[in-house]
Every structure is written in structure tokens, then in C-alpha cells.
């Protein structure tokens, strides 16, 4: 009876504890399930990134998918309640497991996945598959039921995809958080899904060993200049332009000053110390990311030397 009641306790516990997936309608046709700012966790189901859906005449089009095929299912029964109509597309703005890992769910549905260029590739060299057991390791099972999928459209520069009379735009901005980002770009809504490249009051992950802090700045300039009212990102509610240079802000800060502390002879230990408080250290996932980010500038810097 006891462990009946302490079981009913842990079932209760778990369920409050686990974020609720609520979708919202952000404009017009998109809409959004925003997930919760931490690390994945099996506490979080892994639901810790945001996944959009774009209402079109002819289905559904979908941006990222979440980490986990149940996630991905949980998703779609969200959209069909909004209404029933085919997922025609689904687009993977990088290959990090919260944006591809749930992709299985769309495949299934006859959805074209579309992804970089540079996802196929790591997909078919056998690297991702490695990844994919060393991050199930790491986060104790929570990508068990995680099957790889795919893209059936690559991006190497750009592609025009016109559903209906919608239109969307695919643009790489690679390498920057990763070295596979691409963007979604809807002209005539001014409406901008920009993957894990822009942030409001989150500092920006560049630990990735494809990362590129130039090619980060080089990206956020390059939207800088697009015409957008609505930034939609992988982590944070919906932005503003204004986001762009709070992002940008961070990543110039960091490389400037690491690069000072490097002329001063610094070893990296001390520019981590250096660097431990800064005008971002409320932002959010600071604990995080800071030190990673710092580690990989430094070796950029090194690299961009030679
Ligand atoms: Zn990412």
C-alpha cells in the first residue's frame, strides 16, 4: 500500500514537474509551442526548445521538431486541432537533437523534411548516429525512441518554396551556431524563424564544434539588413529586430575582450575568470553557455592567426 501511495506521489510529482506543451498563435497563419529554458532533462522530456507550424491552402508547414517523436507527435495534435490538413513540409533549421530529433513523426506523415546541405552530410558519414548514442548517454535515455531522419530537400545557399500562396525562403547562414544553420524567411508576413542565431536576454550557444563566432556576427548583420517585424527563435518568445543587436552585442563583447586578455598573455583559465562577470551575467542560460562560448573564441582567435 505504501509503495502504491509513494508511487502515486512520484506519478503526481512528475506530471506537474513536466512543462505542458500549450500552442499559441503568434500571427496570422503561424503558430508556436514554446518550450522551457534549461538543458534537456527526462524531468523536461526534452521539451526545452520552441516548434512552429504555418497554416498554408495545401497543409501545414513546419519549422523544427522539438527532440523526441513523442514531442513531434504531441505537436501535430496540436496543429490538427487548429485544423486537419497534411504536413507538407517540415524544415530543420540545425542538426542540435531539440530541432531534428523528433523529425521521425513528420517523415511518417509523408512530410519532406527539408535541412542544410551540411545536416546530409553528417547524417551520411555515420557521425550523427554516434551523437545520437552519446547524447542518449549523457541525458540518461531520453532519446531512446529517436530515429534519425533524413533530409529529403537540402540547402546549400537558398531555395524559393512557394506552398499555396505562401512563400517561404530557406537561407543558409552557416557556419555561425553551427556550421548547418539555415533561416525561414516569409516576405510578405515579414515574419523570420531564426533557429538558435538570435536571442533576447539569452546569451547565444557557440560551444558547437562547428560554431563560428565571425560567421555568427557575419549572419546577424545579414538580418539586420532583411525586412522582418517578427523573430521567431528556438528559445525564446517572439522578438524584435532589437533582438538582433542584443545578440550581436554579446558576441562583440566576447571576442573583444578575449582577445585583449589574450594580448595581455591570459591563459584561458584567467580570461575565464576575467570574463566571469559581464553585463550579460543575468541572461538567461549564462551558467551554461558563458564558459563554452569563451573556450571556443579562444580557439577561433588562435585560428584566425595563423
Ligand atoms: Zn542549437
Not at 78 to 85: E, F, Q
Not at 197 to 221: Q, T
Not at 276 to 300: G, L, Q, T
Request: aromatic share 10%; no cysteine; net charge positive.
Amino acid at each position: 500500500m505504501k509503495t502504491i501511495k509513494l508511487l502515486l506521489i512520484f506519478l503526481v510529482l512528475a506530471f506537474a514537474m513536466a512543462p505542458e506543451m500549450k500552442l499559441k498563435r503568434v500571427h496570422g497563419n503561424v503558430y508556436m509551442v514554446r518550450g522551457v529554458d534549461a538543458l534537456p532533462s527526462l524531468e523536461n522530456r526534452g521539451f526545452m526548445s520552441n516548434a512552429f507550424g504555418v497554416l498554408t491552402k495545401e497543409g501545414w508547414i513546419v519549422i523544427d521538431s522539438l527532440s523526441t517523436p513523442e514531442l513531434s507527435k504531441e505537436f501535430v495534435d496540436n496543429l490538427m486541432r487548429v485544423k486537419k490538413a497534411p504536413i507538407k513540409y517540415a524544415i530543420i533549421t540545425h542538426y542540435h537533437p531539440d530541432h531534428w530529433y523528433g523529425a521521425l513523426t513528420y517523415e511518417k506523415l509523408g512530410a519532406k523534411v527539408i535541412a542544410h546541405k551540411k545536416l546530409l552530410d553528417f547524417y551520411q558519414s555515420g557521425e550523427a548516429q554516434i551523437a545520437l548514442r552519446a547524447n542518449n548517454e549523457r541525458f540518461k535515455g531520453l532519446y531512446n525512441s529517436v530515429v534519425l531522419v533524413a533530409p529529403h530537400m537540402v540547402v546549400k545557399d537558398r531555395i524559393t518554396l512557394k506552398v499555396g500562396d505562401t512563400i517561404f525562403e530557406i537561407i543558409s547562414m552557416a557556419p555561425a551556431h553551427t556550421d548547418n544553420d539555415i533561416v525561414v524567411y516569409m516576405p510578405k508576413e515579414k515574419i523570420l524563424f531564426t533557429g538558435d542565431l538570435v536571442y533576447k536576454n539569452r546569451i547565444p550557444f557557440m560551444g558547437d564544434r562547428g560554431a563560428s563566432s565571425k560567421g555568427l556576427m557575419k549572419a546577424l548583420e545579414r538580418i539586420k539588413e532583411m525586412d522582418v517585424k517578427i523573430i521567431l527563435g528556438g528559445h525564446n518568445e517572439p522578438m524584435d529586430i532589437s533582438a538582433v543587436d542584443y545578440t550581436l552585442g554579446y558576441v562583440k563583447f566576447l571576442r573583444e575582450r578575449v582577445k585583449k586578455l589574450k594580448e595581455e598573455n591570459k591563459s584561458l583559465d584567467e580570461i575565464k575568470e576575467a570574463l566571469r562577470n559581464s553585463p550579460y551575467e543575468k541572461a538567461v542560460m549564462y551558467e551554461n553557455f558563458h564558459n563554452a562560448n569563451i573556450f571556443r573564441v579562444d580557439f577561433e582567435l588562435d585560428a584566425e592567426e595563423l
